[in-house]
C-alpha cells in the first residue's frame, strides 16, 4: 500500500508563487508515472502535470511555463513549483501515482493512478 501525502498548499495573490510537495511512504517515484491534479469548486478533476520514471514531464496549457513538475528520488518526494499563481489556479491540488508497469507512458489509458493524496487547498487572490 502506498500512501502520498501533500504539503505546502496556502493563500497567496495573484502572481505569488508556491511549491507543493507530495511526500511517498515508499519508492514510487522512479517507477511508473506520478501526476499532480486539481479540483475546484464545481468543476471537474483535471489534470495538471505529469512525470514519468525517466524524468519526462507534459503540463496542460494553462499552466505551461507557470508550473513546474519535478521529484526527488532520494526523498521519495513529487514537487510542482507554481509561480504567477492566478486567480483560476484556485483548486484543491491532489498526488497521485501509478508505480506499475514502467513502460507505458504516463498518457497510457491503461494506467489506474490507484495511489492518492488527501490534497492540499491553493486559493490565490486577485
Known amino acids: 500500500e502506498v500512501q502520498l501525502a501533500e504539503s505546502g498548499g496556502g493563500s497567496v495573490q495573484a502572481g505569488g508563487s508556491l511549491r507543493l510537495s507530495c511526500v511517498a511512504s515508499?519508492?514510487?517515484?522512479?517507477?511508473?508515472?506520478m501526476k499532480w491534479f486539481r479540483q475546484a469548486p464545481r468543476k471537474e478533476r483535471e489534470e495538471v502535470a505529469a512525470?514519468?520514471?525517466?524524468?519526462?514531464?507534459t503540463s496542460v496549457a494553462a499552466v505551461k511555463g507557470r508550473f513546474t513538475i519535478s521529484k526527488d528520488k532520494a526523498k521519495n518526494t513529487l514537487y510542482l513549483q507554481m509561480t504567477n499563481l492566478k486567480p483560476e489556479d484556485t483548486a484543491m491540488y491532489y498526488c497521485?501515482?501509478?508505480?506499475?508497469?514502467?513502460?507505458?507512458?504516463?498518457?497510457?489509458?491503461?494506467?489506474?493512478?490507484?495511489?492518492w493524496g488527501q490534497g492540499t487547498q491553493v486559493t490565490v487572490s486577485s
Open positions: 512525470i514519468n520514471s525517466d524524468g519526462w514531464t
Open positions: 515508499s519508492n514510487v517515484t522512479d517507477r511508473g508515472c
Open positions: 497521485a501515482a501509478d508505480p506499475y508497469d514502467p513502460w507505458a507512458p504516463c498518457s497510457s489509458p491503461l494506467r489506474t493512478f490507484p495511489y
